[in-house]
């Protein structure tokens, strides 16, 4: 006997699987209630109910943190998204790679603007390194095994897939094949070079820590960087993930918030590298922001992706620039 065709939920759900994906963490709607029969229908996919979206998003980057490999999410329209939105912009921070699957009405049924109707591609656009939208049940398995390789490609990131009831509950292809992920890209010779150059040029180098360099083969291989150049080593200070346990090197992460710290505790740890070290090197990999106040920095990295506009800092005494409707609520010129 032939198999059934898969709906657009089925096909997806064996699509993530077969990709690699074995976890949904949901918080489904009645716009998700065809993927969510779909769960019970295709193994291999186990699934854990949420009973606050912004549990399901939060367990979904840790346990893609830890697994290193992606978990799937499940949010019910746009304010499912909304309420999850926490957890995934610390998820966007840290590159963890994540397929978050957000429903949403009929195609057919958008335009009578329903009571939950919202911009769901604007607002997943703030925390996703890729954003699509699924507009037929043919397109589903594709642009499932796509989100899959758009999550794991370096150095990592959410990417959100939009599905329209419609396309989740009518007849199918069958099941994607997955797609190799992007790999990082290959830092050339002449960068390694001058990092070299910068590490052994004196004593007051810094070695600067964050992403995967966090795991155990990377801290042993700073620790054996320092010893041979006599570099200082940090590590940032929200790391995606930190090994920790015995035999494994103590790594300081930088000092936060150090205007509220004592000057002699901020000197202590940038005193001689904002004059000489982070003028000299600073190893900076995906996840890591750029240090301020550092000239001449050697960066080591392999790109982030997902790079918000650059808001500067205004100067001391300058009052922020009132916007038309501030003024116009207060009654001033704008």
Known sequence: MSNPTPNGAQSLIRTLVDSGVEVCFANPGTSEMHFVAALDDVPGMRAILGLFEGVATG????????????????????PGLGNGLANLHNARRAHTPMVNIVGDHATYHKRYDA?????????????????????????????GARAVAEAMRA????????LPADVCWLDSTPPAEPITPQPAAIVPDEVIAAAARALHSDGDSVL??????????????????????????FAEVFPRVQRRGAGLPVVERLTYLVRVRPDADRRRHL????????????????GQAQLAGARG???VHAGDRHRRPDRRARGPGRRPRRTAG???RRGEPS
Request: glycine fraction near 12%.
């Open 59 to 78: 367990a979904a980057d840790g346990y893609a943190r830890i697994a290193g490999k992606p978990a799937c999410t499940l949010l019910h329209l746009g």
């Open 115 to 143: 009571p939950l109707e919202s911009d769901i591609d604007a607002v997943a656009g703030t925390v996703s390194s890729w954003v699509h939208r699924s507009m037929t049940p043919d397109a589903v398995p594709t642009d």
């Open 155 to 162: 150095p990592g990131g959410v990417a959100t897939l939009i």
């Open 208 to 233: 600067f820590l964050g992403g995967r360099t966090l795991d155990e083969r990377g801290q042993r291989a700073a620790v054996r960087i320092a010893q041979a150049t006599g570099a200082k080593l």
């Open 271 to 286: 005193d001689g590298a904002r004059r000489r070290a982070l003028a000299r090197l600073v190893l900076r990999l995906p």
């Open 297 to 299: 920095v050697c960066g």
């Open 326 to 328: 501030r003024a116009a």
